[in-house]
DNA sequence: CGTTTAGTTGACCGTGCTCAAGGGGCGTGG
DNA sequence: CCACGCCCCTTGAGCACGGTCAACTAAACG
């Protein structure tokens, strides 16, 4: 996380993200770079960028860090519904709603850009192929949101949380963030939990169920799969909801 | 379902469905009307509209019948990841991924149109509001989606399917298909299996315990809840996320 | 009238949860 | 510099929620 001391060249991860869908023009790169840099913003770790029930007014997108989207029940019980990751955004045309669903908030210290109403629509407009690549950005969200159903309603332990750090890997790696079998894994067990579904407890011990069979390696916030096709069948990963063109 | 005989006054759903969202202008809605019956199809219980793997290439309206978008894995296990009822669209914006990450399939006889990507477009851009309604309800979608979420994730069998079932008669009732306490619930213990993560034997004894509660009355193919608050409470229900605004 | 599909019930079992305790790393304050 | 507290991870024991297998009934259908 050391973009924060050079903010302004952090765009990548967003570009990248988005080239995964359309082929950027110029016209559509610069725009978007120059947008994004009026206004980076940062937050520590445990901050929510939105809440339930505020009124969504804005655009963001991540360059650097980890978010969650996540609803909390009455009695405590909570669900993470998505992982934020760099280059993603949140959310397009969310504005149009009266009212957040969920909240967003950071897992990491994270560096972001936030675009007022006029200025995304305006983005949206200067390029066909920055707004369809935008489209599919979210249209993608939405997949693998459907992707999460299965996952936790059909997949046991062991394949849920397989197929979570597939996903998390194949999502880090057009952005740049996986290094050979490796990427950091800046996250907490209790936040896994919540996202795959279990307790604490028993997602401890699915790791370790994935460390015995030599599967993965997770030690320091650094997570490394040295065969990730044995991964992505232990865990009946199939990327084609991630949606990228090349 | 009698709604074959006279499809062509059958746009109601749609309309209403995207009334919950924006007030239509006369002009939006007077396309959209056209839109809809240029090609109105009927499919029976059963059949796929379209299947993972296919290439989206149009926009479909429910005019009535239940569908399920559901994603099979490998070995048979089933996840509906969402219900489509008479209103919803299918999918907005959709054709610009290159290939379906989920298969949409029919509960039940289903009456519907299709449009081709260029009416859409034409459609989309024929209204401003109508346009707007027509993203609120993809967004809208999403976020049922993440409430399914955190339903699998961290809602208790009994709850999860008071859950499922507040929301059907919260979504039927601005189509119109709720009348007083009862709607028609024309889908299998399967199906409901199916979409909340659990086995048919575990849905089945989770209904007679609703049923023993006084929650619900279940019974050929009727829902009957007389106390909507009592099954409200005991699913731990929020409406927030269907974002109707009237 | 036979066959299929949907719903129901019983018995048994296993995955994953709860409760509880303890260890290690790290930051903070005395 | 050390003590303390906090957060995160780990481990054990017991149990319950929900799954599996199997049989049976009732209704729908051809």
Same mark, same amino acid.
């Given at each position: 996380?050391?973009?924060?001391?050079?903010?302004?060249?952090?765009? =990548?991860?967003?570009?990248?993200?988005?080239?995964?869908?359309?082929? *950027?023009?110029?016209? &559509?790169? #610069?725009?978007?770079?120059? #947008?994004?840099?009026?206004?980076?913003?940062? #937050?520590?770790?445990?901050?929510?960028?939105?809440?339930?029930?505020?009124?969504?007014?804005?655009?963001?997108?991540?360059?650097? &860090?980890?978010? #969650?989207?996540?609803?909390?029940?009455?009695?405590?019980?909570? =669900?993470?519904?998505?992982?934020?990751?760099? &280059?993603?955004?949140?959310?397009?045309?969310?504005?149009?709603?009266?009212?957040?669903?969920?909240?967003?908030?950071? *897992?990491?210290?994270?560096?972001?850009?936030?675009?007022?109403?006029?200025?995304?629509?305006? *983005?949206?407009?200067?390029?066909?192929?920055?707004?369809?690549? *935008?489209?599919?950005e979210s249209l993608a969200g939405n997949a693998i949101r459907r992707e999460w159903a299965v996952n936790m309603g059909r997949r046991v332990a062991l394949e849920r949380v397989a197929h979570l750090l597939c996903e998390i890997i194949e999502r880090l790696r057009p952005v740049g963030l996986v290094d050979g079998n490796s990427c950091a894994f800046p996250i907490t067990q209790m936040d896994l939990a919540d996202a795959t579904g279990l307790s604490a407890v028993h997602l401890n011990r699915t790791l370790q169920e994935l460390r015995a069979a030599g599967l993965i390696v997770l030690r320091e916030r650094v997570l490394t799969v040295n065969d990730l096709d044995a991964l992505k069948t232990a865990a009946l990963f199939n990327p084609n909801y991630l949606h990228y063109v090349h």
């Open positions: 996380m050391n973009s924060a001391r050079h903010e302004g060249s952090q765009i =990548q991860p967003v570009l990248r993200r988005l080239s995964a869908f359309r082929h *950027l023009s110029e016209c &559509g790169t #610069a725009a978007l770079d120059k #947008a994004i840099r009026e206004r980076v913003l940062r #937050a520590g770790t445990g901050q929510d960028l939105i809440c339930e029930g505020d009124i969504p007014d804005r655009v963001r997108f991540i360059l650097s &860090g980890w978010l #969650a989207r996540y609803k909390t029940l009455e009695d405590g019980r909570r =669900q993470i519904v998505n992982f934020v990751l760099p &280059g993603d955004a949140c959310d397009t045309m969310i504005y149009l709603l009266s009212e957040m669903d969920h909240s967003i908030g950071t *897992l990491t210290p994270v560096v972001y850009s936030e675009l007022e109403r006029p200025q995304f629509e305006q *983005l949206m407009a200067s390029d066909k192929t920055l707004a369809e690549a *935008l489209w599919c």
